[in-house]
């Protein structure tokens, strides 16, 4: 009896040695695979490097610690991006799917800390176009779930300021991640099921000019939200005005809060796609300036319909809201100051069908609230169609009292003149195109009278004046109860902006109505 029970003891140490040596030698068959294909089946432009491999065969895990990756060019060998990862995890791979679907499935795979460096402008494209990807595929690849964790990653450029972006603290997770040969030759190489994705900065270089920061982002359930987004000029503007040979825009806008919900993105016939179903922001602040010392920019400046149309992609936006939001425009045209400013604030705005893949008649449509000049209430209601390849469009706007003196800010030091009077309510409908236009006009003023100043901007001219109020009607028959009428012609100079378009309609209607 002794000896059955020494047999079953020794068969049972004999089975734990043989799955102890069996688990040993499978890691280190697992293990050397590894290494080899690391050596030997990358690329030759690859230069990689770890600390040590970790295999638990019976687990179905593999573990690489302090894993570095250098890509170079295969022509000249310059180095263009550099890989760290301080611990890239693989865990329960099926070797059922391996050996049975002829498929490499993974549950779950982890990267820590990896740091990303990408230089763009050492990146030497291959002469032969039919290289195909980086690694081939021999088997599919299934990995239900891919964890990117606290990531910094810095895109560069050729010159001093060379960061062309850069992020940390970013964390991303892709869930049902597919790779094949059908994928591995898209411009998006995989197939996948959603993701997620966060980080706490975020910095981007718009341009030699601008720059764009976000404070912290996220993206859960196809909804991604920002937060306190910063759009700004590097530049002072008296440096900026010192820098360029052409008029630009000075810009700083920042948003608290800006959401998009409903997101897609992808390549649709070899053309990159990007839908959003909403997209808001909230209390966003932007103050532009323009120094019109400068030489005028005479490139032609296309008309929003246009600039949709003709968009390197397909933009869907279904609505776009703008809430509570604040504009200030300023504009320099005499070197003696700094020019003077028109101000919009409690701005509210609803825009439906933002985008170039809808078919006419469907239109762009754009409903604007906001108080003009401090306590002006305007109302705008603005369509268009974008696929009208003559840039029809429709602005109809409703402005209610406005004390002309609250002009004063603006024409003072950029036009001489100063205003008194009051206009009570104005409606007007400007149909145009990217030609030409016209303009209806109804006014209700009272008390209007303009002042003319000298060259200084400190004086009165009062000849002038006098001779100016002479042919500018005073009052719009009996105030609160009859309009002045007036329709005009205008002309679009295409190489001003959109709003100098409207700027010009109003203007040519006023004229026939004061005068």
């Not at 910063?230 to 825009?249: A, G, N, P, V």
């Not at 329709?487 to 679009?492: D, E, I, L, M, Q």
């Amino acid at each position: 009896m002794k000896k059955n029970y020494r047999k079953i003891i020794y068969g049972i140490l004999a089975l734990c040695a043989v799955f102890l040596i069996g688990t040993i030698a499978a890691n280190l068959i697992v293990k050397n695979k590894v290494e080899d294909f690391i050596k030997n089946r990358l690329p030759q432009n690859m230069t990689r490097a770890y600390d040590e491999i970790s295999v638990e065969t019976f687990g179905g895990s593999l573990s690489i610690t302090n894993a570095s990756l250098i890509i170079k060019n295969k022509r000249n060998e310059a180095q263009h991006t550099f890989v760290n990862v301080e611990k890239l995890k693989i865990s329960d791979v099926s070797y059922w799917d391996y050996l049975i679907h002829n498929e490499i499935h993974i549950e779950n795979i982890t990267l820590e800390n990896p740091t990303i460096a990408y230089y763009q402008d050492r990146v030497q494209k291959s002469e032969n176009s039919t290289d195909g990807g980086l690694i081939s595929i021999y088997k599919p690849i299934i990995i239900d779930n891919l964890k990117i964790n606290h990531t910094k990653l810095a895109i560069f450029e050729k010159g001093q300021d060379s960061t062309k972006l850069y992020t940390k603290g970013l964390s991303v997770e892709i869930n049902g991640i597919k790779i094949d040969n059908n994928t591995i030759a898209r411009k998006i190489p995989l197939d996948y099921k959603n993701y997620e994705a966060k980080s706490d900065t975020l910095f981007v270089k718009v341009s030699a000019f601008e720059n764009l920061t976000v404070q912290d982002f996220s993206i859960q359930n196809r909804t991604a939200n920002f937060k306190n987004l910063e759009l700004k000029t590097k530049y002072s503007k008296q440096e900026l005005s010192k820098l360029i040979s052409k008029e630009r825009d000075h810009y700083d806008l920042s948003v608290p809060s800006l959401s998009v919900e409903g997101i897609d993105f992808g390549f649709k016939q070899n053309r990159f796609y990007a839908k959003s179903k909403k997209v808001s922001l909230t209390e966003p602040s932007l103050e532009l300036f323009r120094d019109k010392l400068v030489a005028d920019e005479t490139k032609t400046k296309p008309l929003y319909s246009k600039m949709l149309r003709e968009l390197p992609f397909a933009l869907t936006v279904d609505s776009l809201k703008i809430s509570d939001a604040k504009i200030v425009y300023e504009e320099r045209q005499n070197a003696e100051n700094m020019g003077g400013s028109i101000n919009f604030e409690n701005l509210n705005a609803e825009m439906a069908n933002v985008s170039n893949t809808y078919n006419s008649p469907t239109k762009t449509e754009i409903k604007i609230k906001s108080n003009f000049m401090e306590k002006t209430p305007i109302t705008v209601n603005w369509s268009f169609d974008v696929q009208n390849t003559e840039d029809q469009f429709q602005f109809r706007a409703e402005v209610g009292q406005l004390v002309a003196e609250r002009l004063n800010s603006f024409t003072e030091p950029n036009l001489k003149v100063m205003l008194e009077g009051n206009t009570n309510k104005t409606y007007f409908t400007i149909d145009g195109n990217n030609t030409s236009s016209t303009i209806d006009m109804k006014i209700n003023y009272s008390d209007f009278k303009v002042t003319l100043l000298q060259k200084d901007g400190k004086e009165k001219n009062k000849f002038l004046s006098t001779i100016a109020n002479i042919f500018i009607s005073k009052n719009s028959e009996k105030k609160d109860e009859f309009y002045k009428e007036g329709k005009a012609n205008a002309t679009r100079n295409k190489s001003k902006s959109v709003f100098n378009f409207l700027w010009i309609n109003v203007k040519e209607a006023l004229i026939k109505i004061l005068i």
